[in-house]
């Protein structure tokens, strides 16, 4: 595996703004409950050359990281997955070797599937008072695991806007 780029990234206070636009766009506003990890799959395609994002929560802060799975593209289709922490511990007790917990304040868990590499750690972001935003250009052929990290939030359900798009 090369080793992956950083991510460009970028802050505005336009949050008022980007809610506005990105309101009347169906799928663009969601709710990443508590204790659930939002990660949309993006896929790199063949006429792009960057992925990039932008998103906003109300009320509350929300953790964001990117990770890159190279195993080969086989759909084309941006897809949600929405998990609970609960899964995710259950599927690290099922691995072999030594994983660690990590903690959304302090940056993600060790990645321990070879096929993927981190772009950016999971860490919270004040997303209610800026806009959080960035590009990352495509490394080689496979997919972004772009993740929304509500896991540490015992009794908050955050809203979400957001737009994940390519650049050419």
């Known amino acids: 595996m090369p080793p992956l780029l950083p991510p460009s990234t970028w802050t505005s206070p336009a949050v008022k703004e980007l809610k506005a636009r990105l309101r009347p766009e169906k799928d663009s506003v969601v709710t990443v409950y508590r204790g659930d990890i939002m990660t949309v799959h993006v896929p790199t395609v063949p006429e792009g050359k960057r992925v990039c994002w932008e998103f906003a929560t109300d ?56 096929n993927l590499g981190e772009i950016l750690p999971v860490y919270r972001q004040d997303s209610h008072t800026m806009v959080h935003g960035g590009s990352h250009e495509f490394p080689g052929e496979g997919t972004y695991l772009l993740k929304f990290d509500n896991s540490y939030s015992l009794w908050r359900n955050k809203t979400l806007y957001y737009k994940i798009y390519y650049s050419a």
């Open 59 to 114: 009320n509350y802060d929300i953790g964001f990281g990117i990770y890159f799975d190279w195993s080969p593209v086989t759909s084309h289709a941006i897809t949600v997955h929405i998990s609970e922490s609960s899964d995710d511990e259950d599927d690290e007790e099922e691995l072999e070797g030594p994983v660690s917990s990590g903690d959304v304040e302090k940056g993600s868990k060790s990645v321990v599937d070879s």
